[in-house]
């Protein structure tokens, strides 16, 4: 769905380099999210934003970080990649008012070496 | 408490098989499960999803079965089609709240 946008789309980086992964929406909505996708766990929340001064943590958000510099524009960082941050990452979004449904970005296959 | 189990991990069918999957939860509170498709190289989409008001959603081949008092769910895809092939997730939210709690993911794969 091109109503969010992933960059990039794969990357290869090497232990201790910071690492910046960004998402970008045309869906109009406030709240963004950060997931993390590994085999057999499912989807875990990093980060949440439901406006643009308002950022929290999810369930794993040691060693990222996160800037919201738009309501469109919801970037995470990895400070110092490190092996076992090799995963699939998805940004998501959802309207105001509602969290019940949440639509995906297409997600960015990172490789930690 | 917070968890959603999902079974199982990996599921094969025949074409025109019926294709199911189960997941159960723990904590009470969560009132809207909704069931996401993925393929891919794709983001996880939603496909269907049910409120603990009814037992039953159907559309089309998709039918959610809902058992509030053994707080289980499962999805049935009827007449599965090798386009069906993709991994599904089930999920449980508390309406007004952030917080998604996803399955683990079921691996489907529909031979021809």
């Known amino acids: 769905d091109a109503d969010v946008t992933q960059t990039p789309r794969n990357r290869i980086t090497k232990t201790g380099k910071r690492i910046m992964l960004e998402c970008s929406q045309t869906?109009?909505?406030?709240?963004m999210y950060w997931y993390r996708q590994d085999p057999g766990l499912g989807l875990r929340l990093i980060y949440y934003?439901?406006?643009?001064?308002?950022?929290n943590k999810g369930e794993i958000s040691d060693g990222y970080s996160v800037s919201r510099q738009a309501q469109a524009k919801f970037s995470l960082s990895l400070e110092s990649a490190i092996p076992n941050q090799t995963a699939l990452y998805f940004c998501?979004?959802?309207?105001?008012?509602?969290?019940?449904?949440?639509?995906f970005g297409p997600g960015t296959r990172l490789t930690v070496l | 408490q917070q968890q959603v189990k999902q079974s199982p991990q990996s599921l094969i069918v025949q074409k025109g098989g019926i294709s199911i999957i189960n997941c159960a939860y723990e904590?009470?509170?969560?009132?809207?499960f909704p069931w996401y498709q993925q393929f891919p190289g794709k983001g996880p989409a939603l496909l269907i999803a049910?409120?603990?008001?009814?037992s039953e959603k159907k559309e089309g081949r998709f039918t959610i079965s809902f058992n509030k008092s053994a707080k289980q769910f499962s999805l049935h895809i009827m007449d599965s089609q090798p386009g069906d092939s993709a991994t599904y997730f089930c999920?449980?939210?508390?309406?007004?709240?952030?917080?998604?709690?996803f399955g683990t993911g079921t691996r489907l794969k529909v031979l021809a």
């Open positions: 049910i409120r603990p008001d009814v």
């Open positions: 934003s439901f406006d643009v001064k308002d950022i």
């Open positions: 904590n009470t509170a969560f009132d809207y």
């Open positions: 869906k109009g909505h406030d709240r």
């Open positions: 998501a979004t959802s309207p105001a008012g509602s969290t019940d449904t949440q639509y």
């Open positions: 999920a449980a939210i508390t309406s007004g709240t952030y917080k998604y709690i």
